[in-house]
């Protein structure tokens, strides 16, 4: 069984940054991927970023160029760096493991991750 717990969200204004941590227990970080998500009120589930075990990375429309996904395997942590922050980020954020090992291409579906942290909420205010 793999933990998750993701920390860093917070009230922050427009335009400013937050990083966000996801500590993982229970798997060895280097042999895995991992998906940040983020759920709004009254919508659905999305993708934001994801970094595969080598750390190749990848990024939804809506993060590419704002957004930084990043991996300390010797921290087991993978991060979320979200500068020039907008109110249409607010929203809980969730980071997930997919527990296939070396996948070479980390997915965007929520279906294919296998362990979810608890979520952290970000609000950003205009």
């Known amino acids: 069984q793999a933990l998750l717990v993701e920390s860093g969200g917070g009230l922050v204004q427009a335009g400013t940054t937050l990083r966000l941590s996801c500590t993982v227990s229970?798997?060895?970080?280097?042999?895995?991927?991992l998906g940040w998500f983020r759920q709004a009120p009254g919508k659905e589930r999305e993708f934001v970023a994801a970094?595969?075990?080598?750390?190749?990375?990848d990024y939804a429309d809506s993060a590419e160029g704002r957004f930084t996904i990043s991996r300390d395997n010797g921290k087991n942590t993978v991060y979320l760096r979200m500068d020039f922050l907008k109110p249409e980020d607010t929203a809980v954020y969730y980071c997930?493991?997919?527990?296939?090992?070396?996948?070479?291409?980390?997915?965007?579906?929520?279906?294919?991750?296998?362990?979810w942290g608890q979520g952290t909420q970000v609000t950003v205010s205009s």
């Open positions: 997930a493991l997919d527990d296939r090992t070396r996948r070479r291409l980390t997915p965007r579906q929520a279906d294919d991750y296998d362990f």
């Open positions: 229970g798997r060895t970080l280097s042999d895995h991927g």
């Open positions: 970094i595969n075990w080598s750390g190749v990375t």
